[in-house]
């Protein structure tokens, strides 16, 4: 009888292998294996859609455990017309959506945050805007804040990182350009408290994305400085829309 065929090799990433190759007059060689799948993208710690349309909760669908957030009633509502889906409305100086599972020690101290928002301001020479936390006066704490700088500090309308660790030691970031009205776009602030760096991006025209970054070790504290008075908060004086919030404990390439 003839030779056995050769075995197929083993596959790689998510390919399976190819079967051997039948032998003259002899038996057919066996299959390769399957190869091992292929890696994913990364997992985010919370995940919050924003699907439910009704209530002032909202849950998270990636937290272990799940770390859901809430909302005041009036000042912010549900609508239809989100990025993907439902999102929620924000109107001037409301509390804010707060997800209060990742406040302080709990905040991660490398992460990113990620969101979709459209605002709806009616005029573009506006104050700030608070996207994400807020610069606190009093009582000092260590933490990030994003939001939209106005015209009456003389600023040019941009977003601007934050990193503060008392009433007067914050270091802002330039994000590069406002964001445009009425406008679904990508906001994601990545930092990492031990390699002392931040940085943010926004989708934002052809390129499709804008990058600012900057080490804040000398600025905030010096090395010992790391996010732990983080107060996980959105749009408590935004105008406008946000959608599909998540959060990472890794910083996504951002820094």
């Not at 776009?185 to 970054?213: I, K, M, N």
Request: hydrophobic fraction near 35%; glycine fraction near 18%; include cysteine.
């Amino acid at each position: 009888g003839g030779t056995g065929g050769i075995a197929g090799a083993g596959g790689s990433g998510a390919i399976a292998g190819a079967g051997g190759t039948a032998g003259s007059a002899g038996s057919a060689g066996s299959a390769g294996s399957a190869g091992s799948a292929g890696s994913s993208g990364p997992n985010p710690i919370g995940y919050w859609p924003f699907e439910e349309n009704t209530g002032t909760t909202v849950g998270d669908e990636a937290g272990t455990p799940p770390r859901d957030g809430s909302f005041a009633a009036g000042k912010i509502s549900w609508t239809t017309g989100g990025k993907f889906g439902n999102a929620l409305v924000f109107a001037d100086d409301s509390a804010g959506l707060s997800m209060p599972g990742w406040w302080g020690a709990s905040f991660p101290p490398v992460g990113t945050v990620s969101f979709w928002v459209k605002t709806d301001l009616q005029s573009m020479e506006d104050k700030h805007r608070n996207f994400f936390d807020r610069w606190e006066p009093a009582p000092a704490r260590n933490h990030i804040f994003l939001r939209r700088e106005g015209m009456d500090d003389g600023f040019p309308m941009l977003l601007k990182i934050g990193l503060q660790s008392d009433a007067n030691s914050s270091s802002l970031v330039n994000g590069g350009h406002d964001l445009d009205n009425k406008v679904w776009r990508h906001v994601a602030v990545a930092w990492d408290s031990v390699a002392h760096t931040c940085a943010f991006y926004t989708s934002h025209g052809v390129s499709d994305g804008e990058y600012s970054s900057e080490p804040f070790g000398t600025k905030t504290g010096g090395s010992s400085w790391s996010p732990s008075g983080q107060e996980f908060v959105f749009g408590r004086s935004l105008v406008g829309t946000i959608d599909e919030v998540s959060l990472f404990d890794e910083a996504l390439g951002f820094v």
